[in-house]
């Protein structure tokens, strides 16, 4: 196997540990998006918001969500 390339148990539950140093290289904290394509799972971290938008995180968190709350209403009314 090379350095890209690791070996992890599924659990009975179907749990993996996604190794350290893959963990601290993607600054996975607590959740990933796993998805299928074709024959491939990838697994794709998830960057919070508050991280994304940097000092005004929460400020941009909550447009972002009222964005997405006129969105949802825009396409309930169109229905």
């Not at 990933?32 to 929460?58: A, M, S, T």
Request: aromatic share 4%; no cysteine; proline share 4%.
């Amino acid at each position: 196997m090379n350095n890209n390339t690791y070996v992890v148990k599924v659990s009975k539950k179907g749990q993996i540990v996604i190794p350290v140093e893959v963990r601290r290289k993607f600054n996975i904290k607590d959740k990933v998006i796993i998805r299928v394509e074709g024959n491939e799972i990838k697994i794709i971290p998830v960057v919070p918001l508050e991280e994304i938008f940097g000092i005004d995180g929460e400020k941009m968190k909550k447009v972002a969500i009222e964005i997405s709350k006129e969105r949802l209403r825009e396409i309930r009314h169109e229905e």
